[in-house]
Each structure stands twice: as C-alpha cells, then as structure tokens.
C-alpha cells in the first residue's frame, strides 16, 4: 500500500530494499537514458532516488493521520557515478510536530559514498 503512494519512484526504477521508521533503503542502478555527460548518472536522477527514501522515511515517523511534503533538500554531490547500482540510506534526525528531518547516504556499490542530503518534511495534519 504504501508503495503504491509512490508511483514516481517505480517509474524512475527505484526499488526499496527495507521499510523502518529508523531507516529506509532504496536503489538505483545506473541506466544510459539516466545520464549525462561523459556516461555519469545525473544528478537529478540521485536527488530523486534521495527524495523518495527521506519521504518514505517520513511518512514513516508521522503521526497519526498525518501526511508530508519535502520542504527544502539539500544536497553534496561528492562523485560521479558510472555504472552498478546507488543504494539509499535514508534516517529522521529529527521527528518532530511540524517538520521531520532525514538524512539520506547515496553509495556506490564499493560502498563509497556518491552524495548525502538533508531534507526536511513539513508535518501536514
């Protein structure tokens, strides 16, 4: 069910890997038609694999009846990607009764890491 409230995430070809409130995994493996120059995976593709495993994360510490949206993300690129498969490591900072805090590790498949955000979601009651 929850899963099916996330349709963007399937279409872009993400696939959760572990849903917890303490942490939500996600993954990406690198695609051509997901790049851009020089055969690197884009950045935009990275920010959305980071955005729906912090949204899942917090929907996961909402209270409830609740729901969210993704106020501000902020985002280090530290290197490229070309090739395998990004792994998301998404963890609440902060769960709080207006806003909820995640910060989300992007690997590659040697386990470096390729980014990390921070973002945080509005609590919509």
């Not at 572990?18 to 935009?44: K, M, Q, Y």
């Amino acid at each position: 069910m929850l899963l099916e409230a996330t349709p963007f995430a399937a279409t872009v070809g993400i696939e959760f890997l572990a849903l917890d409130p303490a942490e939500v995994t996600a993954r990406l493996p690198w695609a051509a038609h997901r790049c851009t120059v020089g055969g690197a995976l884009h950045g935009g593709a990275l920010v959305t694999l980071a955005d729906a495993a912090a949204g899942v994360c917090a929907y996961l510490n909402l209270p409830e009846g609740a729901s969210t949206t993704t106020i501000e993300l902020k985002v280090n690129f530290l290197r490229a990607v070309r090739g395998g498969v990004v792994t998301a490591s998404a963890r609440p900072l902060h769960a709080g009764r207006t806003v909820i805090v995640v910060q989300t590790d992007l690997r590659d498949e040697d386990g470096d890491r390729v980014a990390q955000v921070t973002q945080t979601q509005a609590v919509l009651r």
